[in-house]
T-cell receptor, first 112, second 114 residues
Framework: DGGITQSPKYLFRKEGQNVTLSCEQNLNHDAMYWYRQDPGQGLRLIYYSQIVNDFQKGDIAEGYSVSREKKESFPLTVTSAQKNPTAFYLC???????????FGPGTRLTVL | DQQVKQNSPSLSVQEGRISILNCDYTNSMFDYFLWYKKYPAEGPTFLISISSIKDKNEDGRFTVFLNKSAKHLSLHIVPSQPGDSAVYFCAASASGAGSYQLTFGKGTKLSVIP
């Protein structure tokens, strides 16, 4: 089955701890994206990667870091520098010539 | 500065009637527009899209209309069904941007009342 996997579905962390969210895809898509969703805020782009070993900051990259060592994987680390990390995090992929992004099921991160 | 705006945070419609969701954009470089549907605690799913060379695209109960001069698009759902209750996001992309990115609106929560 082709798809995007984000694990875990729910994640709890204490304030001040770094946490890494997983995103894996077997769609053979080149580009991958991380968004966060807050109530009433829509989807805001954190980071994106068009190819392996390359990634770019999105609109709200502060306090986050990513890596893209494999085409299939694009993990997101939420660092202690992120002031308000509690949110719903979505991973997405894209491959030309399709015109839409495909989304994973999301991870709900709660920082206590 | 919001480049894609969905000014109605919520909309309630009776089952069987038409639902009209609106979206405005400010960036003239946008040339492709998409609608996504999202249920709580799930990822968005693609619903329908339209290129700027068209003014209408239809797929079953869903039709998207684009008015380029007004920088406005709308999603029509006819007839509305209770299963359509979800948050709908409007998104836009610019083909000349060098990388494929979507800019999303804040979403409209549609409630279809049985």
């Amino acid at each position: 089955d082709g798809g995007i996997t984000q694990s875990p579905k729910y994640l709890f962390r204490k304030e001040g701890q770094n946490v890494t969210l997983s995103c894996e895809q077997n769609l053979n898509h080149d580009a991958m994206y991380w968004y966060r969703q807050d109530p009433g805020q829509g989807l805001r782009l954190i980071y994106y990667s068009q190819i392996v070993n390359d990634f770019q900051k999105g609109d709200i990259a502060e306090g986050y870091s990513v890596s893209r060592e494999k085409k299939e994987s694009f993990p997101l680390t939420v660092t202690s520098a992120q002031k308000n990390p509690t949110a719903f995090y979505l991973c997405a992929t894209y491959r030309a010539p399709y015109n839409e992004q495909f989304f994973g099921p999301g991870t709900r991160l709660t920082v206590l | 500065d919001q480049q894609v705006k969905q000014n109605s945070p919520s909309l309630s419609v009776q089952e069987g009637r038409i639902s009209i969701l609106n979206c405005d954009y400010t960036n003239s470089m946008f040339d492709y527009f998409l609608w996504y549907k999202k249920y709580p605690a799930e990822g968005p799913t693609f619903l329908i899209s339209i290129s700027s060379i068209k003014d209408k695209n239809e797929d079953g109960r869903f039709t998207v209309f684009l008015n380029k001069s007004a920088k406005h698009l709308s999603l029509h759902i006819v007839p509305s069904q209770p299963g359509d209750s979800a948050v709908y996001f409007c998104a836009a992309s610019a083909s000349g941007a060098g990388s494929y990115q979507l800019t999303f609106g804040k979403g409209t929560k549609l409630s279809v009342i049985p």
